[in-house]
C-alpha cells in the first residue's frame, strides 16, 4: 500500500472505526477480491464490538498489497460520505511536516525528561477527541486502547491517562517529553498543548 494511503488510514482511524459497519459489505468484498484471507475474515468477525472489527480491519489494510486501498475505497458504496471525506483528504496538498521550529520552543533539558505522573494527567485532561490517535502513535494498540477504556468506563481523563502512564512504563527513560512532542505532532495536535502543560 502507498505510504500516503498508510498515512490516511491511520490519520482517520477513529472517525473510521465510528462510522463504518465492516461485516455486511465491506468485509465481503475484499474477501472476494483476495485482499483478505478466510482466516482474517474470521478475525475481524469474532472482535465483540462493531468499532473493534472497523479497527481490525485497518489493522489488516496495510500490510495486503498495492490494489488493498483502491479496493476499500471501493467497498464504501454504502458509506459514500466516508469515501468522499476520504477522497477530499487525499486531494489537499501535504501539508509541512512536523516542524522543528515548535520543539525550539521547549528548552533541551525539558525536551529530554521524562514527564511526571502530573504532567500526564494535565496532558489527559486537554487531549480531548483526538487522545486515541495520540496514544496510538505512541505505539499503543487498539487492544491497549480497549484495556484502558474498559478500566476507567466512567472516566475519559482517567481512560487517557491510564494509556499515557503505560505508554512511561513500557518506554522507560526513552519515554521523554521529545517522545511525546512527535506523537502529539504525528496526530495532529499542536505543540503547544504540550507546551501549556509543562509551563
Do not use: N
Request: charged fraction near 25%; charge should be negative.
Amino acid at each position: 500500500m502507498d505510504p500516503k494511503h498508510k498515512a490516511l488510514l491511520r490519520t482517520h482511524r477513529l472517525y473510521l472505526s465510528g462510522e463504518l459497519l465492516v461485516c455486511d459489505t465491506i468485509v465481503p468484498l475484499l474477501y472476494q477480491e483476495d485482499i483478505l484471507t478466510e482466516a482474517q475474515v474470521e478475525d475481524v468477525k469474532s472482535q465483540p464490538t462493531e468499532r473493534q472489527k472497523t479497527l481490525k480491519l485497518l489493522d489488516l489494510l496495510p500490510s495486503r498489497g498495492p490494489r488493498a486501498f483502491d479496493l476499500f475505497l471501493r467497498s464504501l458504496e454504502d458509506f459514500s460520505w466516508v469515501r468522499d471525506q476520504l477522497l477530499l483528504e487525499l486531494q489537499k496538498p501535504p501539508g509541512p511536516g512536523p516542524s522543528s521550529t515548535d520543539e525550539c520552543q521547549l528548552p533541551d533539558s525539558v525536551l529530554q525528561k521524562v514527564p511526571s505522573d502530573r504532567d500526564l494527567s494535565r496532558l489527559a485532561s486537554r487531549l480531548g477527541a483526538q487522545s486515541e490517535a495520540v496514544l496510538m502513535e505512541l505505539g499503543l494498540s487498539a487492544e491497549d486502547l480497549f484495556r484502558c477504556r474498559s478500566d476507567h468506563a466512567l472516566s475519559t481523563h482517567g481512560a487517557v491517562l491510564s494509556g499515557l502512564v503505560l505508554w512511561r512504563r513500557r518506554e522507560g527513560r526513552r519515554a521523554t517529553v521529545q517522545r511525546l512532542l512527535q506523537g502529539l505532532s504525528a496526530a495532529e495536535v499542536h505543540s503547544s498543548v504540550l507546551g501549556e502543560v509543562l509551563m
